[in-house]
T-cell receptor, first 109, second 111 residues
Framework: NAGVTQTPKFRILKIGQSMTLQCTQDMNHNYMYWYRQDPGMGLKLIYYSVGAGITDKGEVPNGYNVSRSTTEDFPLRLELAAPSQTSVYFC????????FGQGTRLTVV | KQEVTQIPAALSVPEGENLVLNCSFTDSAIYNLQWFRQDPGKGLTSLLLIQSSQREQTSGRLNASLDKSSGRSTLYIAASQPGDSATYLCAVRDNTGKLIFGQGTTLQVKP
């Protein structure tokens, strides 16, 4: 019973590089979310999706892009990585109750 | 804009104490409220979900209450144990489908 799976778990990027954080869920949930969590802080919403083909911005979308071509997958793309994007990224999905992945720890140097 | 606040930011108690964590939100038009636990370096684990029509939910030593009209929820932990040490986060689902989090309360239970 996988739930929400995020890959990779850890990544170091150089300034200006790009990468995609993967998120997949096997619960057939329509709603999916991407958050970032900075040290000692709560979670800030980057993007969310209410179903395949539909995405919307959250609080802090600048520097990120998402797509939702299937119900299962919700990848987060970082273009031109900056040190300010150093953070832990969490993906979540829900029907009523929300479930989270284990996170991706990203460092931009 | 919905804002969620958790007070206190940190709490340290001796083992065995009963304690209350607070969560407040500015817009009472919520669908539900969910409490999570986060251990250091880990993801979030769901503890309790309260629908907007409910007043409370219980799971073992945990009891969560919801007062939508006053924009408040509390998480009551009975007979605290060192294993309860973690950060506790509340999140509200608003009417657009977004989940909005508070900043969390970091709990330390001392043996």
């Amino acid at each position: 019973n996988a739930g929400v799976t995020q890959t990779p778990k850890f990544r170091i990027l150089k300034i200006g590089q790009s990468m995609t954080l993967q998120c997949t869920q096997d619960m057939n949930h329509n709603y999916m979310y991407w958050y970032r969590q900075d040290p000692g802080m709560g979670l800030k919403l980057i993007y969310y999706s209410v179903g395949a083909g539909i995405t919307d911005k959250g609080e802090v979308p600048n520097g990120y892009n998402v797509s939702r071509s299937t119900t299962e997958d919700f990848p987060l793309r970082l273009e031109l990585a900056a040190p300010s994007q150093t953070s832990v990224y969490f993906c979540a999905s829900r029907s009523t109750e929300a479930f989270f992945g284990q996170g991706t720890r990203l460092t931009v140097v | 804009k919905q804002e969620v606040t958790q007070i206190p930011a940190a709490l340290s108690v001796p083992e065995g104490e009963n304690l209350v964590l607070n969560c407040s939100f500015t817009d009472s038009a919520i669908y539900n409220l969910q409490w999570f636990r986060q251990d250091p370096g880990k993801g979030l684990t769901s503890l309790l979900l309260i629908q907007s029509s409910q007043r409370e939910q219980t799971s073992g030593r945990l009891n969560a209450s919801l007062d939508k009209s006053s924009g408040r929820s509390t998480l009551y932990i009975a007979a605290s144990q060192p294993g309860d040490s973690a950060t506790y986060l509340c999140a509200v689902r608003d009417n657009t489908g977004k989940l909005i989090f508070g900043q969390g309360t970091t709990l330390q239970v001392k043996p």
